[in-house]
């Protein structure tokens, strides 16, 4: 039975149609799909390369976190930075655990921080505000000269990244075209590595410079990233959606027009984004209140989000992707590489892999969907785990003369390394592009600049325990600490399978119905069946839901 109704419920006309010009689709979204038809939205246009712009502004943000992590795991192998403060030339000591510490620390208070800065006059002052306090950190940290400078420029920048990592994601969201939200904001993390990639081959270039300069040159280019979104920011126009619950309904709709509609405030899109946010932004919620986090747990359906969001944070921090390699060095001894600059290089590449691979997740997210997405990935994963247990299993020995562990089979040694790689990209693929893409999908609009810096909280979390809990329990149970991460794979796994909601090709907006329903997972995963007719549109929505 088919009926012909529009998004509204309005009865439409049945016109003769020509069997070439009707197609019958599969949709998550009847509104959207009947305004894309009608609008059909290029890729291509002028108005949407100036789109882009905006969007790359704000994605540099992730390339300042993707540089730090990066090149402070090169230099921290570099024999002129470990001399400089007193650190072991070879052994990690409490100095160089409380030079990451430090920075994870400034992450988790400017967690708090990250709403408010967000919220208040604009995501576009929040990236000015973070990068402006990551260029003071960045400043202090490579012109110390001492171990106690270096620790609190560490901490400067902890605490602008964390606002940094608030804003950025919150306002590629808000400001991605609909129809291509997922990729859009997808490219956003994977721009991790378009810093990461520098941080490895910088200091791979630097590593050869005599004295403090072979590390401070590559802390001071941190600035870099930073310094590109503090210049462009403020010209940036102002989130569609900040302007809605800010009441500046025309301001908004000239952003979307100009951006969305290719300059017509009438398009279809334009049409249905502000209805549904008229419907679904509140003017009086807790983003106009700094202090107030009530709505990220105040009712069943925001606690479902904000459980997500917290999901996501340790899923993606403990999925293995830092103890996969633990025994790298080993295995890059075994295989017969010793040269630290060798080891660099190897750094740079594993970093390219993997970008290689985020920028495949991020392309194809809106196609195969966040939880299949993620699900393969998982999967790929306990494979992976499992094979590298077994090549430790086998390949790892005690050398009792230097109480070392040592690779014994140099064949196994490079098959690990390969694997290595291999994981790269997998996670990456998976993983990479919804940890900034799934949590702000997940949010509320009200609640969106608090919970991800509820999320960057927990990710930091999650990431010292990795910093300091993984070190202790492979030197207590060895290889077999490959276990716990396979089990707790299995686990994400059943969790993303029976809690994870499918947000592919819907407005911000309607994921609202998928989270207020009373099975959100089975809601989320409903097709409607439609027809459409040339460019007028959906014409009919057959009578029945299809379950994806």
Known sequence: MTSPINKAGAEISHLEHHEQDTTIKHVQNVALADATEKQKPSLLTRRMFMLYGCLLVATFNSCINGYDGSVMGSINSYPQYRQYFGFDPKKGSPGTGIVYAIYTIGNLVGSFAAGPATDYRGRRVGMFIGALIIIVGTCVQASCHNLGGFMAGRFILGFGVAISASAGPAYV??????SFR???TGVYNTFWFIGGIPGTFVPYGTSVIAGSNSWRIPIWLQMVFSGIVLALCLFLPETPRWLMANDRHEDAIAVMAKYHGEGDRNSP?????????????SMTGSDKRWWDYRELFNSKEVRYRSLLVIAMGFFGQWSGNGPVSYYYPQMLAGAGISSNHTQLLLQGLQNVISFIGAVTGALFTDKWGRRPQLLVSVAC?????????????TNIALDTATGDQTAKNPQQAKAEIAIIFIFGFVFAAGFTPLQALYPVECLRYESRAKGMGMYNFWVNIAGFYNTFVTGIAFTGAGWKYYFLFIFWDL????????????????????????????????????????????????????????TA
Not at 173 to 178: G, L, Q, Y
Not at 269 to 281: A, F, G, K, W
């Open 173 to 178: 969201s808000e400001m991605a075209h609909p």
């Open 182 to 184: 997922g990729v859009m």
């Open 269 to 281: 899109i334009v049409q249905l984004e502000y209805r549904e946010m008229l419907e679904d932004i």
């Open 381 to 393: 994963i306990i494979t992976i785990f499992i094979l590298i247990t077994t090549l430790n299993a």
């Open 491 to 546: 686990l994400e796994f059943g969790f993303i399978y029976w809690f994870f909601v499918e947000t592919k090709n819907r407005t911000l907006e309607e994921l609202t119905e998928i989270f207020q329903a009373p099975k959100p997972v089975a809601r989320s995963l409903k097709k409607t069946e439609v027809v459409i007719h040339g460019d007028e549109g959906v014409t009919e929505i057959v009578d029945k839901e299809i």
